[in-house]
C-alpha cells in the first residue's frame, strides 16, 4: 500500500505517458518518412521501457530492490525529450524553409 502521495504520482505518471505516447504517434505525420521512422522508433522504446518499470511497480509497493527501474524510468524520459529537440529541428527547418519560398 501506499500514501496518497504514491497513488497521484503514479496517475500523473501514467497520464503524461498517455500524452507523450499520443504525441510521438501524431508528430509521426508532421515531416515524412524519416521523421516518422524515428517518432515510431522513440515509441517502441519508450513502451519497452515503460514495460519494464510496470514490471518492477510491484516490488516497489513490497518494498522490494528494484535497481533497474530508475534506468528505465531515465531511458523513457530521455528518448521523449530527444525526440522533442529533434522535432523542434524540423520546425525551424521549415520555418526557414517557408522564408526562403517566401522572399
Known amino acids: 500500500g501506499g500514501d496518497l502521495s504514491d497513488i497521484m504520482h503514479i496517475a500523473i505518471g501514467s497520464v503524461t505517458g498517455i500524452v507523450y505516447l499520443a504525441s510521438l504517434l501524431f508528430g509521426a505525420t508532421a515531416f515524412g518518412k524519416p521523421f516518422r521512422v524515428y517518432s515510431l522508433a522513440t515509441a517502441a522504446v519508450f513502451i519497452v521501457s515503460s514495460v519494464l518499470m510496470g514490471l518492477d511497480g510491484p516490488k516497489v509497493g513490497k518494498n522490494l530492490p528494484t535497481p533497474w527501474i530508475g534506468v ?32
Do not use: C
Open 72 to 103: 528505465s524510468e531515465r531511458i523513457m524520459i530521455g528518448v521523449v525529450l530527444l525526440w522533442m529537440v529533434v522535432l523542434a529541428i524540423a520546425i525551424l527547418g521549415g520555418e526557414r524553409k517557408e522564408e526562403v519560398i517566401l522572399k
